[in-house]
Nanobody, 121 residues
């Protein structure tokens, strides 16, 4: 069983930056970030596998950067040029399995508690 603890998030103005961090209690293969806005489904944001191959949603490419420290079992999401439409609860996710569909919620067996990101206009 892997536990995920997130930190970061908060309130920022349009164009600002925030950094989210997530620490896993055990070793994982893929780690990712999803987000969920009120009234919407949870959506994929970014993911990174053990080899540090990265994957991004089109909506965040060029603005967000995902990274990981395998020795410390941590993953971070650097978010720049934030927009009001980035406002959501952001969830850290992890899997100990290998899969190719990084954007699929069902592939991740472990989830953090979520952290609020609010971007004001």
């Amino acid at each position: 069983q892997v536990q995920l603890v997130e930190s970061g998030g908060g309130l920022v103005q349009t164009g600002g930056s925030l950094r989210l961090s997530c620490a896993a209690s055990g070793r994982t293969y893929t780690m990712g970030w999803f987000r969920q806005a009120p009234g919407k489904e949870r959506e994929f944001v970014a993911a990174i596998d053990w080899s540090r191959s990265t994957y991004y949603a089109d909506s965040v490419k060029g603005r967000f950067t995902i990274s990981r420290d395998n020795a410390r079992n941590t993953v971070a999401l650097q978010m720049n040029s934030l927009k009001p439409e980035d406002t959501a609860v952001y969830y850290c996710a992890a899997s100990t399995s290998v899969f190719s569909s990084m954007w699929s919620v069902s592939n991740y067996g472990y989830w953090g508690q979520g952290t609020q990101v609010t971007v004001s206009s």
